[in-house]
């Protein structure tokens, strides 16, 4: 069948898929709000949300917006909080961009007396506003505009700044620039009493270059503190840090803490914190020795509700050092945050030595007033001594880290926001279920019960240039928001679990399917792997440890990459025939099909066990690699990339050759005498041509330095984004099933999938001006085994071969390369190549 003839059955079959996943998607998502519906604001960057009334806030660009969570249908109501025209041009004279001119909503915060408070960069000139809830219109001067005053420490001046609030008491704390040039941070209490508006000391000990993330309020009770302690807030953060010297800057995620009834000290740190610590947080896997150091989210819980001493925070972490996109979670809770602010405090470290901290003296630095202290006469902070306050302004920095093992870790997924749900009872917690949005517009689910996660499902929910910015949780729905979408969700429930295989991950949080349908138990699950023991319950021999072994078609000379998906953190490794040509990156597997590499290969990974030192092994991947002639099974037939490579080779250097003898023969009747400016010898040996070539007749060996060295690219993964430039690369970034469309131009190619799985990238490369046609087609391993999806619309014409065009290209490769060496023989004996290149001048280097 012709490769048109396979798009247009397929076209079809893609359509009534398409519909298939969207009416599967209608029963998670409730409704879902686009720009059309949202009264033509965009930007939407800030979230608040009135648990009583079920009122959502949103702050956008130069308008704020109210939608009744409960009838989504309504029209939301509008505020236009714009800027003046002559404040919009003056500041793009000091040369900001139009666009960022505007007044971007950054903070919507509640006052708790029936107002709200709002605050815009409104054109880098932060400035805030009380919004009136009863009547939504923000407050008047008596001139009829709007009263406004300074956002300067409240507000970023740019809208694409790193920024946290929080509200504690009715009063603002703040982590943000203090400058318009965005080169001074501050974390501040920004409202209130003028005497009282304290902030952090501009120094480096204290913030070096943060970034801020998160911040949090944590009232204590009479119950969970005898000791009188202070209410305290956390900020979240990354910085550069000081403690390394290495050659490149190291950032790490830190955690901050101040105490609300902090005033500053009386000589020393006047208005400036006396209570300001900063720890480290460690978000590292020891089994691999895997440390991911970039903070990006951090979502807040008490796992028992009205006890704060049980809170937890849920970290979402990315990695500095990896090339491909990265994402791990980690919870650290509040008793061991307060166990490192309790530790000793890490010694100042300076270009030549080390600067041990003093004794510490007493009381203790960055110590909350509590009743021991007010009885010995420590009422407030401007009463404690210099010494204490000169050693919190020195030694910030807690010498322990607040560790944490990552409960799952996703390779080429970058997820942007995080929200966590309890499962179980008050008194028995089954486990947690992570809600991630991914920067492709997805809401993925993950249960995790103990040390072990496990994916439920990912719902596609905006397009995939909308990242998920927000993501809020209210009466078991998940309200997820990107610059222009607003979307509801069913969160909480083992209804919300469509199918039997996904209720059957979802076991370990008390789900079982009956009467076709998921349902809630409190009956314990059965002895073993209970996920397993579920899954063999539905129709498919497919478990989560025991996956079914793909057959996958190969021809020989192709390049694979055979993708084992992994949530734990801890390594994997691969069963595969002993004569192989493999090598492995990360969990998948790069394999070069030979004779000898057909076989079965099956990917292990390590799940978490009783303890940390006692993993147990899970099967994620089974393939079996069979030979057979290049088209088979619906998969796309392949003329290898050798032949694409020895097409290259012949017009590129036959280009080459003749360009050069058209000049050559100019020169040479033109300056036939002037023997001593010929140019330099640049000719290309047909060898160095041949050396371009892949082989599979003759693998690379085990102890050769790379994969690819014979003229061969690494196909890089980026955010579940493929990107090839050379077109003998075959990979498959599946993970957890799944189909996405593709895009090719070229011989530069590439694969977009929402969510990193089940790409499929091929490429059909024409040259007009020769008239030669080279084509070559990458495939993944899921089209291996007569897999269709959108991959199939995106098929090029002409792209499927027969196996005898495949022999013709090998039979006349060894003569186009003789050719070329005949060429290369009588070029060479041209005088322009026999005389001597002439010498440059030598000139002195400024290095």
Not at 185 to 196: H, K, N, P, V, Y
Request: charged share 20%; glycine share 10%.
């Amino acid at each position: 069948m012709t490769p048109g003839g396979v798009v247009l059955i397929l076209l079809p079959v893609c359509y009534l898929l398409s519909g298939a996943s969207a009416a599967t998607l209608s029963g998670h998502k409730d409704i879902m709000l686009g720009p059309d519906k949202l009264e033509g604001v965009a930007n939407f960057s800030t979230f608040l949300l009135d648990q009583s009334t079920g009122t959502l806030f949103l702050g956008a660009r130069d308008a704020i917006l109210a939608v009744d969570i409960n009838k989504l249908n309504q029209k939301p109501r509008k505020i236009v909080w714009d800027v003046p025209e002559e404040k919009r041009r003056s500041c793009v004279a000091k040369g900001k961009t139009e666009v960022d001119c505007n007044n971007y909503i950054r903070l919507l915060e509640f006052l708790g007396d029936g107002r709200i408070y709002v605050c815009g960069t409104y054109a880098f000139d932060p400035q805030c506003a009380f919004l009136d809830v009863s009547s939504f219109t923000l407050e008047k001067v008596e001139n009829g505009g709007t009263k406004m005053e300074t956002g300067k420490g409240k507000c970023p001046f740019e809208p694409s700044q790193h920024y946290t609030a929080v509200m504690a008491g009715g009063t603002l704390y703040t982590a943000t620039t203090s400058n318009f040039l965005g080169t001074l941070f501050d974390i501040s209490r920004a409202t209130g009493r003028e005497q009282e508006r304290i902030r952090t000391e501009q120094s480096s000990n204290w913030l070096n270059d943060p970034e801020f993330v998160s911040s949090a309020f944590i009232e204590q009770n009479a119950d969970s503190n005898p000791t009188g302690d202070d209410d305290k807030i956390y900020f979240f953060f990354n910085e550069v840090a000081r403690e390394y010297d290495l050659y490149t800057k190291v950032k790490v995620p830190r955690v901050a803490r101040v105490c609300k009834s902090d005033v500053g000290g009386m000589k020393t740190l006047q208005r400036r914190w006396t209570t300001f610590l900063k720890a480290q947080l460690v978000c590292e896997d020891k089994p691999s020795d895997q440390r991911y150091n970039i903070l990006t989210d951090v979502f807040t819980t008490q796992h028992t509700p009205g006890d704060p001493s049980s809170t937890h925070f849920y970290g979402l972490f990315t990695s500095q050092w990896e090339n491909e996109e990265l994402s791990a979670v980690c919870v650290f809770s509040l008793s061991d945050i307060s166990k490192v602010m309790d530790g000793p405090f890490k010694a100042l470290k300076t270009c030549e030595n080390r600067i041990s901290p003093e004794p510490v003296p007493t009381p203790r630095p960055g110590q909350c007033l509590n009743n021991a202290m007010k009885a010995e006469g420590f009422e407030s902070s401007l009463k404690l001594p210099d010494k204490v306050l000169t050693f919190v302004r020195e030694y910030p920095l807690m010498e322990n880290s607040v560790t944490a093992a990552p409960l799952l870790v996703r390779k080429g997924i970058k997820y942007t926001k995080l929200a966590v749900t309890q499962t179980g009872s008050k008194e028995e917690r089954r486990g947690a279920v992570l809600h991630l949005g991914t920067d492709r517009g997805e809401l993925h689910r993950v249960a995790v019960v103990g040390q072990n996660a496990t994916l439920l499902h990912e719902i596609p929910l905006f397009t995939s240039q909308e990242p998920v910015n927000n993501i809020l949780l209210y009466k078991g729905r998940t309200l997820v928001g990107s610059p222009l979408s607003l979307a509801r969700v069913q969160a909480e429930g083992c209804g919300v679990y469509p199918s039997c295989e996904v209720c059957a991950r979802a076991r370990g949080l008390g789900c079982v399917w009956k009467e076709d349908a998921c349902q809630y138990t409190t009956a314990e699950p059965t002895p073993g792997d209970m996920v397993d023991d579920a899954l063999r319950k539905c129709d498919t021999t497919e478990g989560r440890c025991s996956p079914s072994t793909r057959e996958l078609r190969v021809s020989m000379g192709l390049r694979l990459l055979l993708p084992c998906f992994q949530l734990s953190p801890r390594p994997c490794s691969w069963e595969h025939p002993p004569h192989r040509h493999t090598r492995q990156h990360h969990s998948d597997l790069e394999v070069t099909v030979t004779m000898e590499s057909l076989g079965k290969y099956i990917c292990t990974c390590q799940e978490a066990g009783p303890s940390v030192r006692d993993p147990t092994p899970c099967r994620r991947a089974a393939y079996h690699l069979t030979l057979e002639g290049p088209s088979a099974g619906g998969a796309v037939a392949i003329a290898g990339g050798r032949h694409f490579m020895a097409f290259y080779v012949i017009f590129f250097f036959g280009g080459i050759g003749f360009a050069v003898f058209l000049y050559c023969l100019v020169i040479h009747r033109r300056s036939f005498g002037r023997q001593g400016h010929h140019l330099p010898d640049n000719s290309l040996s047909s060898e160095k041509g041949r050396d371009l070539l892949g082989s599979s007749a003759t693998p690379q060996s085990p102890s050769s330095a790379s994969l690819l060295s014979e003229g061969f690219r690494l196909t890089e993964k980026r955010n579940g984004t493929a990107t090839t430039n050379t077109t003998t690369t075959l990979l498959s970034n599946q993970g957890n099933g799944g189909h996405h469309g593709n895009s090719y131009s070229g011989t530069l190619i590439n694969s977009n999938s929402s969510n990193g799985h089940g790409n499929s990238l091929y490429s059909n490369c024409n040259t007009s001006n020769s008239h030669l046609k080279f084509s070559s087609e990458i495939l993944a391993a899921d089209m291996l085994d007569g897999r269709t999806g959108e991959r199939e619309r995106g098929r090029p014409e002409g792209g499927e071969r027969e196996s005898g065009e495949g022999g013709e290209v090998d039979e006349g490769l060894g003569d186009g390369l003789a050719g070329l060496k005949g060429l290369e023989e009588e070029l060479a004996n041209l005088p322009v190549y026999k005389s001597p290149a002439p010498l440059a001048k030598c000139e002195e280097s400024s290095i």
